[in-house]
């Protein structure tokens, strides 16, 4: 048709192509049509009018309504304090009052709109909290520490006027705004020679970092390109002598404002630290520049500031610095930091809970010889990829990287293993192998073989280096003591006496046996008591139940032999008899028979001598 009406939603070019009519000649048109700025633009700080915060803090700032970067051109100013200039809601860090003004223009024309905003920037010197644990990631039931460092700035330097007493030296730079600024002016160098700022020496025992803008510049005069190997150089000097480069800046990285953050190495925290920015080279005056701007120096001090982390109910002190955090479960801890001065600061860390697991072993055991082989298993309650350690390494271990290692200790050995998930948990277990160290006992008596009523000194000869206990056997009265090493053994028939010794560490015990022979309790019997009318020719007998035995009478001159069991009288003539039988181990029993002769005596004496022819008197 003739006409084509719409309501535009982009900016777009719009074509008709036609033909004239009669001479058919072509026709082109083209219409560049844009979306109509909104006639009303307000700017808000944190969703109110004006912003209040404190110095090195951020505040969001938002166009509202918020116009599309997609259709307008969004300009914020001033834009080196702003995390993105070119759309409706960035974030600002400003460090002194400051007005941000947003410019909202129709790339086709169609007008342009702005509105601004004032940030009141309270003084402080808090730079930042950095919240942090020990171990991120732990096993449910473990606990770890959490800390909140707090970075406070020692010195500072804006260049939005003479530099101040911070530096000790500045060399081919001066302040102004040719190079542009983060706000207000910047240190910019250009001098021919040796470019840099130094810093006098500074208490860092604690430091922190280092913050700054830098702009290494890419453009023309005054504000020329730098060419390649212009690097800018960031070091310190505990003396000022010798220098070590924290950061090297190439020339190519940093064609823009852009904010650094340096954290100082260990070298750098001493009681007298200078810091440097130098330029390795350059072509000359007027050439290869670069600008410094918003310095900070920082330093770790949580001191006369109040913590307060969250959530507390898991957190054995939310009001420290360094609370212990127990989650059950995954939880991220937010700690705020607030000076006196009523500026606050915060931070998260998030703790990650990992399922724990429990870790069984083999029971403890027990051998009795050195060297036993003793299989170890050690058994997960769960988890995969488990990787096991068992020490000590060099005790008689087949292995110390499995789950079923064989022991074969030489020594009582209490072994440990570790075992760690795929994830990181881990759980440890002990079993102990226990060495007996009894190796021999030996028993032996005084005398082997007793009479009835005869005693033996027993005694135990034992090697062990553990103490021990002996038990004699049997308990049957025999013995002076059942528990002594040397008891004395009073046995009434053959006895075998065994002494078990048990070592009291490990319950190892050993016995030795020995037989003690008790000769038994004989019978013995002469014969009753008689009177005859002549013992002459009478024979004695002994009765008796002794095995080999050896028989002794008295009054041998009267007998015709005195070891024989019936012996016959010689004399006839009253006497007592006594016979003693001995078996062959000594052992012997004795009785004893009167034979009288009532006569005995009539004629005295019995036996007279004379020679032939010689008178004797005979008395009756």
Same mark, same amino acid.
């Given at each position: ?31 560049? =049509? ?5 006639? =009303? ?64 223009? @129709? ?5 342009? =709109? ?16 950095? +919240? @942090? ?31 101040? +007493? ?25 001098? +021919? ?188 309650? @769960? ?117 078990t010794v048990t070592e009291t560490i490990s319950g190892c015990s050993l016995s030795d046996a020995i037989t003690i022979e008790v000769s038994p309790a004989y019978s013995v019997d002469a014969g009753p008591d008689e009177t005859i009318c002549t013992t002459l020719g009478h024979q004695l007998n002994v009765a008796h139940n002794v095995p080999g035995a050896v028989i002794q009478w008295t009054n041998g001159p009267l007998l015709n032999d005195n070891d ?14 006594? =016979? ?7 052992? @012997? ?32």
């Amino acid at each position: 048709g003739s006409s084509y009406t719409f309501t535009p939603t982009v900016n777009d070019t719009y074509i008709l192509d036609g033909e004239a009519p009669v001479s058919f000649c072509p026709m082109h048109y083209e219409w560049e =049509v844009g979306v109509p700025i909104q006639p =009303v633009l307000d700017i808000t700080a944190d969703g109110l009018p004006a912003g209040d915060i404190c110095q090195y803090g951020a505040v969001q700032l938002n166009a509202v309504p918020p116009p599309d970067p997609n259709v307008f051109d969004l300009t914020w100013t001033p834009a080196g304090q702003l995390s993105d200039a070119t759309i409706p809601d960035p974030i600002a860090y400003p460090v002194t009052d400051t007005w941000f003004k947003l410019m909202v223009t @129709s790339p086709v024309g169609c007008g342009q =709109v702005a509105d601004s905003v004032f940030v009141n920037v309270d003084a402080n010197d808090i730079y930042s909290v950095l +919240a @942090s644990a020990s171990d991120s990631s732990i096993c449910a039931g473990n606990n770890t520490p959490l800390q909140a460092r707090v970075e406070r700035v020692i010195a500072s330097e804006d260049f939005n006027a003479a530099p101040s +007493a911070l530096w000790a030296t500045i060399q081919g730079g001066a302040v102004n705004g040719m190079c542009g600024s983060v706000s207000g002016t910047a240190l910019r160098f250009d001098a +021919a020679g040796t470019r840099a700022a130094t810093t006098g020496p500074l208490n860092m025992s604690s430091g922190a970092s280092l913050h700054f803008a830098v702009r290494i510049a890419a453009g023309t005069v005054p504000c020329d390109d730098a060419e390649p190997g212009d690097n800018v150089l960031v070091q310190f000097s505990p003396d000022g002598v010798v220098w070590n480069t924290i950061l090297t800046l190439n020339e190519a990285a940093y064609q823009n404002w852009t904010v650094v953050d340096a954290p100082l190495p260990t070298g750098a925290l001493t009681a007298a630290t200078r810091f440097r920015w130098t330029q390795v080279s350059n072509s000359g005056a007027g050439t290869d520049n670069w600008a410094l701007d918003n310095v900070r120096i920082t330093t770790y001090d949580n001191s006369g500031l109040t913590f307060s982390w969250a959530p507390g109910s898991s957190l054995n002190n939310p009001s420290s610095a360094a609370p212990v955090a127990s989650p059950m479960s995954n939880t991220s801890y937010t700690v705020t930091v607030q000076s006196s001065m009523g500026c606050s600061f915060s931070d998260q860390v998030a703790i990650t809970v990992e399922p724990a697991f429990d870790l069984s072993v083999t029971s403890n055991a027990t051998i009795c010889t050195p060297g036993t082989a003793v299989p170890l298993q050690a058994t997960p309650s @769960s988890g995969s990829g488990i990787i096991y350690s068992w020490t000590p390494a060099n005790s008689g271990l087949s292995s110390t990287s499995v789950s079923n290692p064989v022991a074969s200790a030489m020594a009582t050995t209490t072994y440990s293993v570790t075992a760690t998930n795929d994830i990181g948990c881990t759980d440890n277990a002990l079993v102990t192998i226990t060495v007996g160290q009894l190796q021999s006992v030996d028993v032996s008596a005084s005398d082997l073989h007793l009479c009835q009523s005869g005693q033996s000194q027993l005694s135990s000869t034992i090697v062990s280096g553990a103490p021990y206990s002996i038990v004699w056997a049997p308990n049957d009265g025999s013995l002076s003591s059942t528990t002594a090493p040397s008891p004395i053994a009073s046995p009434s028939a053959t006895t075998t006496y065994s002494a078990t010794v048990t070592e009291t560490i490990s319950g190892c015990s050993l016995s030795d046996a020995i037989t003690i022979e008790v000769s038994p309790a004989y019978s013995v019997d002469a014969g009753p008591d008689e009177t005859i009318c002549t013992t002459l020719g009478h024979q004695l007998n002994v009765a008796h139940n002794v095995p080999g035995a050896v028989i002794q009478w008295t009054n041998g001159p009267l007998l015709n032999d005195n070891d024989i069991q019936s012996p016959t009288i010689m004399f006839d003539t009253s006497a007592t008899y006594q =016979v003693t039988v001995t078996d062959v181990f000594g052992c @012997s029993v004795s009785d004893e028979v009167t034979i009288s002769d009532p006569f005995d005596l009539l004629i005295t004496p019995i036996t007279l001598d004379g020679c032939e022819g010689q008178i004797l008197t005979l008395d009756a």
